[in-house]
């Protein structure tokens, strides 16, 4: 296995764990007919989603999530730290796009930061 798989394969998956948030959010969250279909069924798994990822929103939580899994990162040494750089990063990317950005920028940051630090 080549050494660069691992960062080939991140580079492919990125972009799409992107388009995936922005689906989310365009087609979930900010869909108008997902507002009268929840106003009138709010028992619909989508509208159940809908209302979690609302919460998870409002409350920061997958924002403040990337951000400790990003410092944790830059504490653990060699493969663990790239790992959870990479977790951080999957994290961080639907918290920029979900309202969350103010906290998920420095996620990225610190992420992006450790996955490109040597390893002694």
Excluded: K, N
């Amino acid at each position: 296995m080549s050494r660069r798989l691992p960062l080939i394969t991140l580079l492919l998956f990125l972009p799409l764990w992107l388009a995936a948030s922005y689906g989310v959010r365009y087609v979930l969250m900010e869909d108008a007919q997902w507002v009268g279909v929840c106003a009138e069924q709010a028992q619909v798994w989508q509208c159940q989603a809908r209302s979690v990822m609302g919460l998870m929103i409002h409350f920061r939580v997958i924002a403040w999530t990337a951000l400790g899994l990003a410092l944790l990162a830059q504490l653990l040494p060699a493969r663990a730290g790239w790992r959870l750089a990479v977790l951080a990063l999957v994290f961080a990317i639907p918290a920029l796009v979900l309202y969350s950005a103010s906290i998920a920028v420095f996620a990225v940051v610190l992420a992006g930061l450790r996955l490109v630090r040597r390893s002694s």
